[in-house]
């Protein structure tokens, strides 16, 4: 018994089995045809792929303009809070590019109000805050985040004071 094969071109699908003949039928003709992108016909506005292959020269001019644009983006941001312990005055910065000129612009707003100022928190790209409590004990602390900072505050100002509350909070560096 032969088995039928189909002309090229054209599929072979079997049908069935009648007795011990196979009945077969050759379908619609198909082509297989290679598409080569380079000569395929692009719609309007579809975007043209083009060969790159990167290079060791394009890799040496890239790797340097790469790190400016990340360090440029995130430049550091610092921020501080001054307190006055006695009369709980406070004096505040953000967005200053060292933590020497946050801290003086921070205790000059807060010498405007009491004389005895000092510097509670400094932060860097962060969140400060400042917690006291009724009885003039306080703490402070930074954080990643607002509600962290403040959070942190409260617990450091509960080692040195009973029922302390958020006098201040302050963002630097887009936080």
């Not at 050759?26 to 790159?52: A, V």
Request: proline letters at 6%; one cysteine or more; glycine letters at 12%.
């Amino acid at each position: 018994m032969t088995v039928p094969t189909s002309p090229p071109g054209y599929n072979l699908t079997k049908i069935g089995v009648v007795g011990s003949r196979r009945i077969a039928r050759l379908d619609e003709p198909f082509l297989i045809r290679k598409i080569d992108p380079r000569h395929e016909k692009r719609s309007k506005g579809e975007p043209q792929m083009r060969n790159w292959k990167p290079t060791l020269k394009t890799a040496l001019i890239m790797i340097p303009l790469l790190g400016t644009g990340a360090a440029a983006a995130h430049a550091d941001s610092f921020g501080a809070i001054s307190l006055s312990p006695a009369t709980g005055a406070t004096g505040w910065s953000h967005d200053y590019s060292s933590r020497w000129e946050a801290e003086e612009v921070a205790q000059s707003h807060c010498y405007k109000y009491a004389g005895d100022c000092r510097v509670a928190i400094w932060f860097k790209n962060a969140c400060g805050a400042v917690a006291r409590g009724p009885d003039g004990g306080w703490g402070a602390d930074w954080a990643g985040g607002r509600r962290q900072a403040q959070r942190a505050a409260l617990a450091a100002c509960s080692n040195h004071a009973y029922g302390c509350e958020v006098i201040r909070w302050q963002c630097s560096g887009g936080y």
